[in-house]
């Protein structure tokens, strides 16, 4: 697609497609390099969270130049010092580009088709009420896995919604009544 992402800073500008990329970093065990661009807290608790290697709650990977500039001024318990502001926007300068290194990562996964399965879809509620559904939360379930290219498994939602809802129409007929409709 030509509106995919192409770096962090494009991901950043719409919240949903933030959320399915955070849920993709937990996954690959980035979460807490992307927490560590966002974070606007002070030095004293970057450097315990993030950026101290040896004893981080969440280290990040930074350059040695970085992480020795943080350590020097951190061992003297400095944290007021000036030089702060400029060590952190470099490390987190530094993190930025290696995830930006795996944003084609991101938009070929799960995650974003998801995202762009839910956000380019039709409205469920909608389609619920044009077909006479009231489980509109399983009926978005089939639409998602519909719209990621999961046929096996909308078609499987599609059989456990037909019996809950009583409903006779099979899932291809169902599907053509939805793409007339533009609602899938």
Known sequence: MSNDPKV???ILKDKKMTASYM???????????????????????LWARYMD????????????????AAKVLAEKGDFKSGD???????????????LNKD???????????KYVAENRMGDPKKAAKLLGITDVKKLKDVMVSIAV??????????????K?????????????????????
């Open 53 to 68: 290697q040896k004893k981080g709650k969440e280290p990040v990977n930074i350059t040695s130049k970085t992480y020795n």
């Open 23 to 45: 849920d993709y970093c937990k996954r690959r065990y980035c979460l807490n390099e992307f927490m560590f661009t966002q974070n606007k807290g002070n030095p004293e608790s």
């Open 84 to 98: 702060w502001k400029k060590i952190i926007e470099t490390g987190k300068k530094e993190v930025v580009l290696m």
């Open 149 to 162: 290219g999961d046929k096996k498994t909308g078609e499987k939602l599609w059989k456990d919604l037909m």
């Open 8 to 10: 962090v800073g494009d």
């Open 164 to 184: 809950k809802e009583k409903i006779i129409q099979d899932f291809k007929t169902i599907m053509g009544n939805l793409k007339k409709a533009g609602l899938a």
């Open 103 to 113: 944003v084609m990562g991101f938009t070929g996964s799960d995650e974003y088709k």
